[in-house]
């Protein structure tokens, strides 16, 4: 499985922003696909996830009720961010779990400023 990040960047407080991640290769296997967050300093952590089969979605309580995680028949999976804050600044990794194999995409840089 092959996993491509796209967007990212700077917005102000308040602002959104759309991640996207494309899914290839052996894609019927992935069960689950979300994104990780890790701040400068700090360790990588969970954002969010959404289950491929039944679309069980899970988030972070810091994000509950900003952050939106989606997937679609294109092995794509969306996160739509609102209502950002500086807090939500760091490197947003995208990863997909496939039985007890995990695989992450590149790391994409979003900044958020006061």
């Known amino acids: 499985v092959q996993l491509q990040a796209s967007g990212g960047g700077l917005v102000q407080r308040g602002g959104s922003l759309r991640l996207s991640c494309l899914a290839s290769g052996r894609t019927r296997s992935i069960e689950v696909m979300g994104w990780f967050r890790q701040a400068p300093g700090k360790q990588r952590d969970l954002v969010a996830s959404?289950?491929?089969?039944?679309?069980?979605i899970n988030y972070a309580d810091s994000v509950k009720g900003r952050f939106t995680i989606s997937n679609n028949a294109k092995n794509t999976v969306t996160l739509l961010m609102n209502s950002l804050k500086p807090e939500d600044t760091g490197v947003y990794y995208c990863y997909a779990a496939a039985g007890p194999r995990r695989y992450w995409g590149q790391g994409t840089l979003v900044t958020v400023s006061s």
């Open positions: 959404i289950t491929s089969y039944g679309g069980i």
